[in-house]
């Protein structure tokens, strides 16, 4: 399956330019290792060189006394570009907000997500996936070293 394609259908949040290129970054909202790759990608999107794509999903509740999927949960009941401020409100929390309504919708799309995710390999959050300037499709486990590289590679 083309991994750019298959996250394209899934239930994502929108943050940073709509003109930029896209990356998908699969996320366990209280993850450590999703929020810090949130904290380093921020200056390309304050930048407008990078629409990142956060697609949650759940699966550290059993490091976390199962907090995650109801964080995941209230990130997929809220609009696109809202997504990314309740996402901050749960790593300020360290839980999902209580002023969120969890839609009715929102449990079946985390469990899409997760299928989503399991089709393009995922082994741990975060894991992005991108096209290239060509428009092969990647994905990647976690942020690499040489973020300017990745950026570049995506730019035409």
């Not at 909202?29 to 810090?36: A, G, K």
């Not at 060189?49 to 809220?78: C, F, G, R, W």
């Not at 390999?121 to 994905?139: E, N």
């Not at 942020?143 to 590679?153: K, M, Q, Y």
């Amino acid at each position: 399956a083309d991994v750019a394609k298959v996250m394209a259908s899934a239930s994502f949040g929108l943050y940073g330019h709509a003109g930029a290129p896209r990356l998908y970054m699969i996320v366990d909202p209280l993850c450590p290792w999703s929020i810090r790759a949130l904290q380093s990608l921020q200056s390309y999107v304050d930048n407008g060189k990078l629409e990142l794509a956060i697609v949650p999903i759940a699966i550290n509740d059993y490091e976390n006394n199962h907090t995650s999927t109801p964080a995941a949960q209230a990130m997929l009941s809220v609009g696109q570009r809202q997504m990314i401020g309740v996402w901050r409100q749960i790593i300020a929390l360290d839980h999902a907000p209580e002023d969120v309504s969890l839609t009715e919708t929102s449990g079946a799309s985390l469990q899409l997500n997760l299928q989503k995710a399991h089709t393009v390999g995922l082994r741990g959050t975060p894991t992005i996936v991108w096209l290239d300037k060509s428009g092969v499709s990647h994905t990647q486990s976690g942020l690499p070293d040489d973020l300017n590289a990745l950026i570049a590679s995506m730019t035409p």
